[in-house]
């Protein structure tokens, strides 16, 4: 079993930056992929970025490239996500994922999921 507690989130000003913290407990929580989807309302689940269990392959959807960065400390087990040059159109509540195996770009390969955190943007 592997739990995942996101931080930060909140309200912010469209053009400034904000970061989310993902913190994953478990025995093998250090296996898995992390990543992020987000979901505003009325929309579906979006793959925002991913990253492997060691850090060193990152995943980021053409739409969000250039604006997002996921980075993961591996001793914590926390991942983080920056992103930058918001958008009222970033607002949703933002998810953090863990996968064992298969694509962690696909919310349907996702093992676990955080319970979310909302980010408002306003312009």
């Known amino acids: 079993q592997v739990q995942l507690r996101e931080e930060g989130g909140g309200l912010a000003q469209a053009g400034d930056s904000l970061r989310l913290s993902c913190v994953a407990s478990g025995r093998t929580a250090g296996n898995f992929a992390m990543g992020w989807f987000r979901q505003a309302p009325g929309k579906e689940r979006e793959f925002v970025a991913a990253?492997?269990?060691?850090?060193?392959?990152?995943y980021y959807p053409d739409s969000l490239k250039g604006r997002v960065t996921i980075s993961r400390d591996t001793a914590k087990n926390t991942i983080t996500l920056q992103i930058s040059s918001l958008k009222p159109e970033d607002t949703a509540v933002y998810y953090c994922a863990a996968v064992r195996a298969g694509d962690p770009t696909d919310s349907y390969t996702v093992d676990y999921w955080g319970e979310g955190t909302l980010v408002t943007v306003s312009s």
């Open positions: 990253i492997n269990w060691s850090g060193s392959t990152t």
